[in-house]
């Protein structure tokens, strides 16, 4: 008999007993993945082709290693970049960094942040170097850029030791930003005003007294690219313009001043600090286009000092990476006084529409609304329209009579009223009624402005209909993947004195009360009657959604009757070439894996804690593919209540197809919540607005 026929007759017996070998034993391992960015890649869509993990196996996904960085939180919105074979995280709320095996979950080396500069960063970024100087990951610590060497977790030789300066000289006066209770700051320098688009040259190294990025720089060859959120105030205050560093020097290279200067759009635009952003810039490297989404003006909720529209606050903005230039801009809420800022990635991706590429820049709002806009021009793709929106009643507020509407894609509620709150029980439900009734609460449909009296409710809150996670696409599919969250917040307006804390000149002496709180059950959870919580794929083909699901379950709290309602959620999915859709960010301490074809929820695993960071996954040096995510507490998706003052235990849990006898972790158990300290990172007691 032939080598080739005993061969034949091997795998067939071994096929009819049950014993088959997986012809990838055969092959060589497949080569380890990076995750360069927390996006995954430049233009951020959080997608990966990897599939040895797919809808036919993940069922039988399971944890295999959990990291426990040792601190307890709230919040944890750190993506972990793989880098050349190791795993970098930055920790929450210290901003310690670690390097860790991606396949043992075992630390290499960790590194604490300058004493003081610790704070709630959403991770790092990588830069390979030029040539000249080598690689190195770049940490933000306040207003200082680091370079730190990936192999030893040293500072880079080749940089000061202390960091570049990257945040802009601020205005003589108070600290704005949204937090517009603000003690007074230290002097700064003045700067002067530039039309809208035009690069400002600027002298290197500004001081360390500006508005810092929440999030990390995006790299473009030598130019580290930053934003901060200022929040579009007036001076006195900090200005925020995205601006470029040069990673060799550590110059300033460039400065984009993004309100226009014709007075149309502000009162008086060369005193407006603004144009900043809270979330993720995204580059098209090929193009040399840096997108932006932009912050709302401010002071939240009363804009009287700022009529007009308000460009280009609210917006995506594309800007030439190179020098600042801006090339397009779309603005998708007028006049924002309700504390909408675009703060979600924009996602740079090319679809096949009617037998042709169309390139794409995918942007969510807080408003829960999806804007398909095309890359080249910034003009949406599919239709939309303005409709008429409530008038406010606030003397000298000018608000805007309309406000867009993309046609099919206004994704998370906007309606509430009394007879239709929670659900989840009948305690619940009478809760929520007398919070309604007790607080006067009020609404007269989508964009109800602020009242001059009383409570005005919010729907979607100021936590975002969708969060900064935005979406992650299969570019494969072409389709888009948003989580959306119901969860209405209430705002209250005061008047007094021009010059009293809080106030700005200009707004006839109105501003918010005490910012703002869920309209929630007495358990924190929302008071809101339909799915709180919802998963939704978007066929960017067609621009219509291809499916919706509910997005978690609150069944451990309320019972039977909460199934089906989903659950409060912030944090990032990942998509996959396997056609699943992974997601942590659930309030109900559970990662999911659906089928990115139909919704199907196919695999749902209990974790220590929810996630507010979106997952990576990568294939480790074992020739297996792992998915990792940062479990750290809800966030803002769980609202502290008196029953609920807790903080999470912060651990970084992998997950993988196990292997027959391998010993899997439990990933719950030992990492117990405990009860906040002082000290805590807590979170708001409110929503930030963020």
């Known amino acids: 008999m032939s080598k080739t026929s005993k061969m034949a007759r091997i795998v067939v017996l071994l096929a009819t007993t049950g014993l088959v070998i997986s012809s990838a034993a055969a092959q060589p391992a497949p080569k ?49 970049l793989l880098i050349n074979g190791i795993l970098y995280v930055e920790m929450a709320p210290t901003a310690d960094l670690a390097a860790i095996d991606p396949v043992t979950g075992k630390q290499l080396w960790r590194r604490k942040a300058p004493e003081g500069k610790g704070g709630d960063y959403r991770g790092m970024t990588y830069w390979p170097g030029d040539g000249k100087m080598k690689e190195r990951l770049v940490a933000v610590y306040g207003g200082s850029m680091v370079g730190i060497d990936p192999a030893t977790g040293k500072n880079s030789t080749d940089w ?84 470029a560093y040069d990673l060799r020097t550590g110059k300033l290279v460039w400065t984009a001043r993004l309100v226009p200067p014709d007075g149309k759009e502000w009162k008086d635009p060369d005193s407006v600090l603004g144009s900043g952003s809270w979330g993720f810039l995204t580059l098209d490297e090929k193009t040399g286009t840096v997108y932006v989404p932009t ?90 329209s303005e409709k008429k929106v409530p008038k406010s009643t606030v003397p000298g ?42 607080n006067k609460i009020h609404y007269e449909g989508p964009y109800t402005p602020p009242a001059p009296e009383g409570w005005t409710a919010q729907i979607p809150g100021a936590a975002g209909g969708i969060d900064w996670g935005g979406v992650s696409v299969n570019p494969q599919m072409g389709y888009a993947f948003a989580n959306i969250n119901n969860m209405p917040t209430m705002v209250q307006l005061t008047h007094g004195p021009d010059d009293a804390r809080g106030a700005v000149k200009g707004n006839n002496g109105w501003r918010f009360t005490s910012g703002y709180k869920r309209i929630s059950d007495l358990n924190g959870r929302p008071c809101y009657s339909g799915r709180m919580g919802e998963l939704v794929a978007i066929n960017l ?11 978690g379950d609150l069944s451990d709290e309320y019972g039977a009757g909460a199934k089906g309602h989903g659950a409060p959620n912030i944090g990032p999915s990942l998509a996959t070439g396997g056609g699943l859709v992974f997601i942590g960010a659930t309030s109900d301490n559970r990662f999911r894996a659906f089928d990115a074809k139909n919704g199907k929820e196919l695999v749902t695993l209990k974790m220590a804690s929810s996630s507010t960071a979106a997952p990576l996954t990568y294939i480790g040096k074992d020739g297996r593919q792992y998915v990792v995510v940062a479990a750290g507490g809800p966030g803002h998706a769980k609202y502290r209540s008196k029953n609920d003052q807790n903080v999470y235990h912060e651990t970084l849990v992998a997950f993988a197809l196990p292997r027959p006898g391998e010993k899997l972790p439990d990933v719950v158990t030992p990492f117990p919540k405990r009860p906040g300290h002082p000290g805590d990172d807590l979170g708001p007691a409110q929503d930030s607005g963020e």
């Open 397 to 438: 507020e000018q608000s805007w009579p309309t406000q867009p509407f993309p046609d099919n894609l206004s994704l998370a509620e906007m309606n509430i009223d009394r007879n239709h709150l929670s659900t989840l029980s009948a305690k619940s439900n009478a809760e929520c009624k007398k919070l309604w009734d007790d």
């Open 32 to 80: 380890m993945t990076d995750w360069k960015s927390s996006g995954g890649d430049a233009g951020f869509n959080r997608f990966s082709p990897l599939d040895q993990i797919n809808a036919t196996n993940v069922s039988q996904l399971k944890p295999v290693w959990v990291y426990d960085t040792g601190q307890f939180t709230r919040n944890w919105e750190n993506t972990p």
């Open 541 to 551: 083909a067609t621009g219509k959604p291809a499916w919706r699901v509910p997005l």
């Open 160 to 243: 000061p030791q202390d960091g570049y300066p990257v945040t802009l000289p601020s205005v003589s006066g108070v600290v704005s930003g949204d937090d517009v209770n603000a003690g007074p700051a230290p002097g700064g320098n003045s700067r002067s005003g530039g039309g809208a688009g035009q690069a400002r040259p600027g002298s290197g190294g500004a001081p360390d007294n500006g508005v810092a990025s929440k999030s990390p720089p995006v790299i473009y060859k030598n130019l580290a690219i930053f934003a901060g959120a200022s929040g579009f105030l007036p001076p006195p205050g900090r200005p925020a313009d995205p601006h």
């Open 295 to 384: 912050d709302s003006g401010s002071p939240d909720l009363v804009g009287i000092w700022r009529p007009g529209k308000n460009a280009w606050a609210d917006s995506t903005v594309a800007l030439d990476a190179m020098t600042g230039k801006m090339k397009w801009a779309f603005q998708n809420n007028y006049h924002d006084i309700f504390d909408m800022d675009t703060m979600a990635a924009p996602v740079r991706v090319d679809v096949k529409k009617d037998g042709k590429i169309v390139p794409m820049v995918v942007q969510t709002t807080k408003q829960g609304q999806v804007w398909i806009l095309n890359a080249d021009t910034g003009k949406p793709v599919y239709g939309w």
